[in-house]
């Protein structure tokens, strides 16, 4: 796909190091021609993302904390001064209390369910109104989600009811913005060995589980969630919106575990 995205400016909201999923698809993206900015929160991330975005050839990198709107304000001040037009924004981010991804859901707090929801779906809202000012000629709005998301996951919790959220706001999102010729979509990878995947009880199962009954036999790869990116971003994605693209070996079809793992 060399050369698909040439021309094409994005922000990647995400990369904490290079087993990020935001970081495969800043790899892939960048392969495909696209010129990137990229966010991160707190002078620890900085440090990780500099040299990662450095390899890409950006030296745009902006401060943001999505919970705060003058930092948000802030950041695409930024690229408003560097860039005139913005084509797609990559939204790859989740949080919740470590300390509550395990255990049942029903012992979820009040404040960590609004600080899920908050950072992990509302988020996106805020990002994408800031960026579809500068979505001048069309644009590609790209969030994360998880299988969890409708069917129970062991210990993942909130961050189902967060995921389930974000996934009605794309739809929503899509609707809106479908007439300014943007296009509002999430990629729903299985289990992946991240930072983020790690923080999940029983992840190491789980990705286990899933790699051993999938249809492929296999869990995503950054590769793979990268290529299905910048299909996404291309103009061979144009007339796909409001979707929840799925990059799990085929797990999703599941109603059993194989035969031999029964």
Same mark, same amino acid.
């Given at each position: 796909?060399?050369?698909?995205?040439? =021309?094409?400016?994005?922000?990647?909201?995400?990369?904490?190091?290079?087993?990020?999923?935001?970081?495969?698809?800043?790899?892939?993206?960048?392969?495909?021609?696209?010129?990137?900015?990229?966010?991160?929160? $707190?002078?620890?991330?900085?440090?990780?993302?500099?040299?990662?975005?450095?390899?890409?050839?950006?030296?745009?990198?902006?401060?943001?904390?999505?919970?705060? *709107?003058?930092?948000? *304000?802030?950041?695409?001040?930024?690229?408003?001064?560097?860039? /005139?037009?913005?084509?797609?924004?990559?939204?790859? +981010? @989740?949080?919740? /209390?470590?300390?509550?991804?395990? =255990?049942?859901?029903?012992?979820?707090?009040?404040? &960590?369910?609004?600080?899920?929801? *908050? +950072?992990?779906?509302?988020? !996106?809202?805020?990002?994408?109104?800031?960026?579809?000012?500068?979505?001048?000629?069309?644009?590609?709005?790209? #969030? !994360? #989600?998880?299988?969890?998301? &409708?069917?129970?996951?062991?210990?993942?919790?909130?961050?189902?009811?967060?995921?389930?959220?974000?996934?009605?706001?794309?739809?929503?999102?899509?609707?809106? !913005?479908?007439? *300014?010729?943007?296009?509002?979509?999430?990629?729903?990878?299985?289990?992946?060995?991240?930072?983020?995947?790690?923080?999940?009880?029983? @992840?190491?199962? #789980?990705?286990?589980?899933?790699?051993? &009954?999938?249809?492929?036999?296999?869990?995503? #790869?950054?590769?793979?969630?990268?290529?299905?990116?910048?299909?996404?971003?291309?103009?061979?994605?144009?007339?796909?919106? =409001?979707?929840?693209?799925?990059?799990?070996? $085929?797990?999703?079809?599941? =109603?059993?575990?194989?035969?031999?793992? +029964?």
């Amino acid at each position: 796909m060399t050369g698909v995205l040439s =021309g094409k400016r994005g922000l990647v909201i995400g990369v904490a190091n290079e087993r990020s999923i935001a970081w495969g698809i800043a790899k892939a993206c960048a392969e495909a021609g696209a010129e990137l900015a990229f966010s991160y929160q $707190g002078e620890a991330f900085g440090k990780r993302v500099e040299p990662l975005a450095a390899s890409l050839g950006s030296d745009i990198l902006v401060d943001v904390d999505v919970t705060d *709107d003058a930092s948000l *304000d802030a950041a695409f001040d930024v690229l408003r001064n560097r860039w /005139d037009r913005l084509d797609f924004i990559v939204h790859a +981010i @989740a949080y919740s /209390d470590k300390a509550e991804l395990t =255990g049942r859901f029903l012992d979820t707090s009040r404040a &960590n369910f609004k600080n899920s929801l *908050d +950072i992990s779906c509302y988020s !996106l809202i805020e990002v994408t109104r800031r960026a579809h000012a500068m979505m001048t000629e069309g644009g590609t709005i790209l #969030t !994360l #989600t998880y299988g969890g998301s &409708n069917r129970v996951t062991p210990f993942y919790n909130v961050m189902g009811v967060a995921k389930a959220a974000l996934e009605a706001t794309t739809r929503y999102l899509a609707n809106d !913005l479908g007439p *300014d010729g943007i296009r509002v979509n999430a990629i729903s990878p299985g289990p992946m060995k991240t930072l983020a995947g790690a923080a999940i009880g029983g @992840a190491r199962k #789980t990705y286990r589980h899933t790699e051993q &009954n999938a249809p492929l036999r296999s869990n995503a #790869t950054l590769e793979a969630v990268g290529g299905t990116a910048v299909y996404l971003i291309s103009d061979a994605g144009a007339c796909t919106t =409001g979707e929840i693209v799925r990059v799990d070996g $085929g797990f999703h079809v599941l =109603g059993m575990p194989q035969v031999d793992n +029964i």
